[in-house]
Antibody, heavy 117, light 107 residues
Framework: QVQLVQSGAEVKKPGSSVKVSCKAS????????ISWVRQAPGQGLEWMGR????????NYAQKFQGRVTITADKSTSTAYMELSSLRSEDTAVYYC??????????WGQGTLVTVSS | EIVLTQSPGTLSLSPGERATLSCRAS???????LAWYQQKPGQAPRLLIY???SRATGIPDRFSGSGSGTDFTLTISRLEPEDFAVYYC????????FGQGTKVEIK
């Protein structure tokens, strides 16, 4: 059984950056893919990108290219998502999700990021 | 990038009725990488179906998925009170695109 525990809520100023962590326990961290998905208030799910920890390779949704960086630390079984040049439209709940068998079968609890001046 | 379009936007049904949700892709999607999720307010999404038709662990058999190519369907055979929620389809092959969601509400 995999558990994903995310860092706490953040309040950021426009133009700044935020870094959210996702610590995994159970399973073999390096062997599964971690994705980041966000959900703006009252809106749907939006995939941002993913990383395969064993390879250290990340790929990103076109919309976020150049503004998001996803990394993974195998020594601590933790994935990170950093989003820069924040604007009010980035206010959302950010989720990490693991693809262990197939589909995104495990999800973190979500991290609310509020961008406000 | 593949665009997924779900219909209808909202489905108003009564408990015990059958729900049929549609997901159409802008280009062919490998069935191996088509999933459905359920999300309730204030909760993270929950995986229901992967590989277009395989139920995830612990998912009741009233949920079924079908389809191939560009057209996929999630069917809930008899709605239980806990099934009223928002449902998303997703392709997770080349990227991880989600559809915009279908809300199943109580009539």
């Amino acid at each position: 059984q995999v558990q994903l525990v995310q860092s706490g809520a953040e309040v950021k100023k426009p133009g700044s950056s935020v870094k959210v962590s996702c610590k995994a326990s159970g399973g073999t961290f390096s062997s599964y893919t971690i994705s980041w998905v966000r959900q703006a208030p009252g809106q749907g799910l939006e995939w941002m990108g993913r990383i395969i920890p064993i390879l250290g390779i990340a790929n990103y949704a076109q919309k976020f290219q150049g503004r998001v960086t996803i990394t993974a630390d195998k020594s601590t079984s933790t994935a990170y998502m950093e989003l820069s040049s924040l604007r009010s439209e980035d206010t959302a709940v950010y989720y990490c999700a693991a693809m262990v068998t197939s589909g995104f079968d495990y999800w973190g609890q979500g991290t609310l990021v509020t961008v406000s001046s | 990038e593949i665009v997924l379009t779900q219909s209808p936007g909202t489905l108003s049904l009564s408990p015990g009725e059958r729900a049929t949700l549609s997901c159409r892709a802008s280009q062919s999607v490998s069935s191996s990488y088509l999933a459905w999720y359920q999300q309730k307010p204030g909760q993270a999404p929950r995986l229901l179906i992967y590989g277009a038709s395989s139920r995830a662990t612990g998912i009741p058999d009233r949920f079924s998925g079908s389809g191939s190519g560009t057209d996929f369907t999630l069917t809930i055979s008899r709605l239980e009170p806990e099934d009223f929620a928002v449902y998303y389809c997703q392709q997770y092959g080349s990227s991880g695109t989600f559809g915009q969601g279908t809300k199943v509400e109580i009539k």
